[in-house]
């Protein structure tokens, strides 16, 4: 099994339909994150977690919420999905501290969503 | 402002030939990390190579290197003996304080 698995692999919604993008990990970290992949704009921070009751956004989050249910799950919902929020979702971990920096992150194998 | 830009968005190279795709950053922060992530169609991010910028002595992974130049802020990646395989988009990272920050890409293509 993955170290990092997010469901479902694809998705394709309707505008202003909930969706919710899942996140688990058997890597033990205690740090998770969601990005937003598209053309050209590179990997955008979404909402980033530390722990179970730490959230925080990123520079992108409106129209997104997370919720961190557990150290190993963290799920990004879209409310109302919009055509604009098209894109690929990667969920990422790492350790704490200094092996945070140190070593990188551990990445999911993506959720390509499509809003139409 | 912690930003990664790297100029080049499409790349080709030759069978077996070398390749190198360039990376700048900035940043105010003294001790921080630099990684090369590899996305292969299959759009799994791989971990390519990784740098740590007290060190002085670039960092090696069998055909990849790095040319690191801290005072520049410039993180290169060199693709020796280029490999049908490595065809990928390629992204740039470095972390920071609590978070990494990655450039937009170059799609590399190797032509056999």
């Known amino acids: 099994d993955a170290d990092v698995t997010q469901t479902p692999r694809n998705r394709i919604t309707k505008t202003g339909k909930r969706i919710m993008l899942e996140c688990s990990q058997t890597k033990g970290h205690d740090r998770m994150y969601w990005y937003r992949q598209d053309p050209g704009l590179g990997l955008r921070l979404i909402y980033y977690?530390?722990?179970?009751?730490?959230?925080n956004k990123g520079e992108i989050s409106d129209g997104y919420s997370v919720s961190r249910q557990a150290q190993a799950k963290f799920s990004l919902s879209l409310e109302s999905a919009i055509p604009n929020q098209t894109a690929l979702y990667f969920c990422?971990?790492?350790?704490?501290?200094?092996?945070?920096?140190?070593?990188?992150?551990?990445f999911g194998s993506g959720t390509r969503l499509t809003v139409v | 402002a912690q930003t990664v830009t790297q100029s080049q968005p499409e790349m080709s190279v030759q069978e077996a030939e070398t390749v190198t795709l360039s990376c700048t950053y900035d940043t105010s922060e003294s001790n921080y990390y630099l990684f090369w992530y590899k996305q292969p169609p299959s759009r799994q991010m791989i971990l390519v190579i990784r740098?740590?910028?007290?060190?002085?002595q670039n960092a090696t992974e069998n055909r990849f290197s790095v040319n690191f130049q801290k005072a520049a802020k410039s993180f290169s990646l060199k693709i020796s003996d280029s490999q049908l395989g490595d065809t990928a988009m390629y992204f740039c990272a470095f972390g920071a304080g609590n978070q990494f920050y990655f450039g937009t890409g170059t799609s590399l293509t190797v032509i056999p």
């Open positions: 740098q740590e910028a007290y060190k002085q």
């Open positions: 990422a971990t790492s350790d704490g501290g200094q092996g945070s920096r140190r070593y990188g992150y551990t």
């Open positions: 977690s530390f722990d179970v009751k730490d959230i």
